[in-house]
């Protein structure tokens, strides 16, 4: 099949890239490398060093062949974005377009008014831009386009795949029993990046409810991983590695943590739930979901997930495989939760589509862990280079942390008095 | 208290800014006149003599007095925006502040890729930058957005005010009872215009859970009618009145249309059925609104309207309305619906809440249409020369009627053969 590639530079964007080509399909892509620039903007880098562009590009072009490509440098949103995607779409001419273009870190979004800003009109003004360059120049292509699990939030009933099922009922006393089939599974985001994904998906359910566009809107969970089989050991495959503040996620920090012997950064309790995935899980499900498309008009939700994990759970895990790699007993540390979350709560996702098609979660976080760290000790001093940017700075509520440090201020001033 | 309108000079915000002054409210505002010029671009007008604001902005001043204001002149989004609405929230340090201003129209957002990217733009950035000044300049005003009804679709179920009920609770065969207490209600908006409020109102959510802010949330329906008491006879006090295609309400189109002897432009069967009110109720829930704030954090949302019509209802009542002012048999059309919309379907939204404060909803649409087309009787030769403004010609789904009408073309064109 012809797969074209929103994002085609990111950590999930070229392992796809890598992984569709070694499965015999045949892969276009765009990315305006804005990746690489923020994370250096936060003061950090990739831990596993990131080959420049042309040199990744010119390694999987001899590996897979020339039949690929286009790759094209532009931003999906902006002023001349529209007539860029609708050329370069209607010169590929994909079977599925795979949209994994977006700013895909809450910390960044929540930092400033213009970071929230650029998250927002980059995220929803870039993936209307491809909509409306689908219908336009590929209208029966599938598109397959990364939500988050994060978008429901966590609530206190189990979470199904994007609709209530078709057996769901609400009670509402004094009125009646009524179906709840169909409807769209309510969204509770957590932070601004988070809001643009569940945007998203409302524009996405539109133009396929109006246009009949084919869509399969991926919830999925937290990736970690530094490797898949497709990129071999050619270092100049590799995909980047984030473990900063922003862009570096939550396995993935705790092992880079690890590696150079900072405290492991567990935000609050640590008993937040979250869903988790390896990398190879996310090219495994991106894959089936690819090559077993959404029917014309459909709206197709899949949660994409291993299984749930808490915070706590990570780390202690992250802890044992330090111990078991030689890196001595690594602390863990609590910091205040500079999120707005709940510290302890029900959760139940359910993730049963994709293991209709075949998906059988991974279900061994030691060895992954092993393999993570092992990948990363070789890069040690990358990351001690920029330890800087590992501890949380972001606060969810900058406000109500100034009022509340004003006032334990006055507080310690009163018993100083 | 002191009152800040975004959209002050539009159909509702100009209503406003004169029914709050007549109840001793400060107001002061800010618009771009964007609705002037879109209107305008549709071949159209509004049917009522629009003063230029300068004279409607000096009358105001001379019979509410000179404390009120300032009223500036910007957009909501756009890059200046962020410091331009700072500083006059800043200055004018407002009890609340009302967002009117958006780009209202679901017909507008769908003719063109080029209009759906304006009103996703102008709509979703420009509420995000008002929470973000409200945040730096009044992070204890209380605010009033305007939403509407439409976010909500047509579900089959009574349509709660926003969040379903405490009681509610949904029965997932096999897994149990859940209560649904707390959760947004799902929305499902029919258009793009429709889509950017659903998005405002869960940024709106995030903002009230994350920063504190205090806001009122107005599921609004179709608003219909002339003027209000405050604005007296005084036709430089007049708000718009708009009767073309995309600018136009269904009751305001419908009497443009018996003034000038326009067939009704009823599309599809004319079963839809949507909630509506009059200006002067609509004034009366935002006042009610403003006058009883919502609690610091709290997410409040009305739905606000005075009842369910169909939209054959309607015309059948205008017809009746139009005999009744001379104006003959007004004959009703039936025109292919160009909407992508549910022909019959249950209806049955909640609006409890403001009753709650005192609102007594208006009920009696034959006196409403009488005063309506007394009103434009003298404007008839305004609405006659932009008669060709008022049918419809945004198709939801442009592609599928060419493939229709070239199916169709087909057709007959083996007929002929």
């Known amino acids: 099949m012809r797969v074209f590639i929103a994002g085609v530079d990111g950590y999930l964007g ?24 923020r994370v250096q903007e936060c003061g950090s880098t990739s831990a596993i060093p990131l080959p420049t ?11 897979w062949g020339d039949d690929h490509g286009p790759f094209e440098m532009f931003g999906l949103h902006g002023n001349r974005a529209p007539e860029l995607l609708t ?15 977006e700013m895909p870190s809450a910390p960044w979004s929540m930092k400033s008014w213009e970071n929230a800003r650029l998250t927002m009109d980059g995220n929803v003004m870039g993936s209307l831009n ?20 994060g978008e429901y939030g966590t609530p206190d009933c189990p979470i199904p795949e994007g609709y209530f099922p078709d057996d769901a009922e609400m009670r509402l006393p004094g009125s009646g029993m009524f179906s709840l089939a169909g409807m769209a599974f309510p969204r509770k985001a957590g ?22 566009l084919a869509a399969t809107d991926i919830m999925q969970g937290v990736v970690y991983g530094t490797r898949i089989d497709a990129m071999g050991d050619d270092p100049r495959l590799a995909t ?25 950064t567990v935000y609050g309790s640590g008993k937040q739930t979250r869903a988790f995935l390896p990398l190879r899980d996310s090219m495994r499900c991106l ?20 299984r749930p994990w808490s915070v706590q759970e990570l780390a202690n895990a992250t802890q044992a495989a330090g111990q078991h790699a030689g890196l001595g007993n690594v602390p863990i540390q609590h910091y205040d939760n500079p999120r707005h979350e709940a510290a302890e709560h029900f959760y139940q996702p359910v993730c049963e589509k994709l293991k209709g098609l075949g998906y059988e979660p991974s279900d061994d976080l030691p060895a992954d862990l092993d393999a993570i760290i092992a990948d990363l000790l070789p890069h040690r001093d990358r990351i001690e280079a920029h330890r800087a940017a590992i501890a949380p700075q972001t606060q969810w509520n900058p406000k109500a942390v100034e009022v509340l440090e004003h006032e334990m201020e006055d507080g310690l001033s009163e018993v100083a008095d």
């Open 191 to 212: 932070s601004w990046y988070h809001w643009t994904k569940v945007h998203d998906t409302g524009n996405v359910m539109f133009a396929c409810r109006t246009w009949g």
């Open 87 to 101: 050329a370069t779409l209607g010169r590929f001419q994909p079977d599925a377009v795979v949209h994994l273009g």
């Open 240 to 264: 980047r590695f984030d473990f900063d503040e922003c862009f570096g996620t939550a396995i993935n920090r705790f092992c880079a943590q690890a590696v150079i012997g900072h405290p492991l």
């Open 14 to 37: 070229w392992s796809l890239a890598c992984h569709l080509a070694q499965h015999g399909h045949i892969v276009g892509g765009v990315d305006d490398f804005s990746r690489r620039d």
């Open 287 to 306: 894959q089936l979901a690819i090559e077993n498309p959404a029917e014309k008009g459909e709206h197709r939700v899949f949660n994409q997930f291993a």
């Open 53 to 63: 562009w042309p040199t990744r590009l010119g390694a999987f072009l001899s590996k």
């Open 130 to 149: 491809l909509l409306f360059a689908m219908r336009e120049a590929c209208p029966d292509a599938h598109l397959v386009k990364l939500g988050t699990m």
